[in-house]
């Protein structure tokens, strides 16, 4: 069966620091990965996605997030984090459906 | 262009009640998806819609829970008798087709609290 496990309930890091969040997953075949963003009281917002090709994958606001088979890992980074970044954030797999792990809350002290 | 909306954004209830939650996708957008959001736990997929007819109602937690699409847009999410767990939020997306390529673009939500 298809998962996404992302260990880390809450992050909190300071405004200026790098940020990576965590997401593994299980999927028999090549994976469709995607990293969603939900601000307070908005809905789901892409981040960004990998379907096939360079592992690494740039997406909006200046996160990345590098795909490893070997390790089943699709982690999310930032190099630099601002406090507009505090959010919940997603990771996804596409099988039949998408699969949703149960989110990372991210706290941005200043 | 318009976004997905949803309504309401909020809404309370008695436990029995049934209640109606709205969904208006991007215009064109073939593809509908509803989800819920319980609290600490991630997206919760419920249903389906390709056009108006739901290909996948394998999420739909019980035989309480209806969804229908008409016209190939607006959809409507049916809880009947609610019940406490059912208090979550309610997410729609749409996307422009049902392939697993295609982003799904999500409406800000409907929270639902049964008293």
């Known amino acids: 069966a298809q998962s996404v496990t992302q260990p880390d309930i809450h992050i909190t890091v300071s405004e200026g620091a790098s940020l990576e969040l965590r997401c593994n997953y299980s999927?028999?075949?090549?994976?469709?990965l995607f990293w969603y963003v939900q601000s307070p009281g908005q809905g789901l917002q892409l981040l960004l996605k990998?379907?096939?090709?360079?592992?690494l994958v740039q997406g909006i606001k200046g996160f990345e997030a590098e795909f490893k088979r070997s390790q089943s890992s699709f982690n999310l980074r930032k190099p630099s984090v601002h406090w507009s970044d505090a959010a919940e954030y997603f990771c996804?797999?596409?099988?039949?459906?998408?699969?949703f792990g149960t989110g990372t809350s991210l706290t941005v002290i200043p | 262009g318009a976004g997905v909306s949803q309504s309401p954004s909020n809404k309370v209830t008695e436990k029995g009640k049934d209640v109606e939650l709205r969904c208006d996708p991007i215009?064109?957008?073939?593809?509908l998806y509803w989800y819920r959001q319980s609290l600490g736990q991630g997206l919760e997929f419920l249903i389906y819609f390709q056009g108006n007819s739901a290909p996948d109602k394998s999420g739909l937690p019980s035989d309480r829970f209806s969804a229908e699409r008409t016209g190939g847009s607006v959809s409507t999410l049916t809880i009947q008798r609610t019940q406490q767990e059912d208090s979550a939020v309610y997410l729609c997306?749409?996307?422009?087709?049902?392939?697993?390529?295609?982003?799904?673009?999500f409406g800000p939500g409907t929270r639902l609290t049964v008293t």
């Open positions: 997306a749409s996307s422009p087709t049902g392939g697993r390529t295609y982003e799904q673009y």
């Open positions: 215009s064109g957008h073939t593809a």
């Open positions: 996804a797999v596409v099988a039949d459906q998408f699969y």
């Open positions: 990998y379907f096939s090709g360079d592992t």
């Open positions: 999927y028999g075949a090549t994976p469709y």
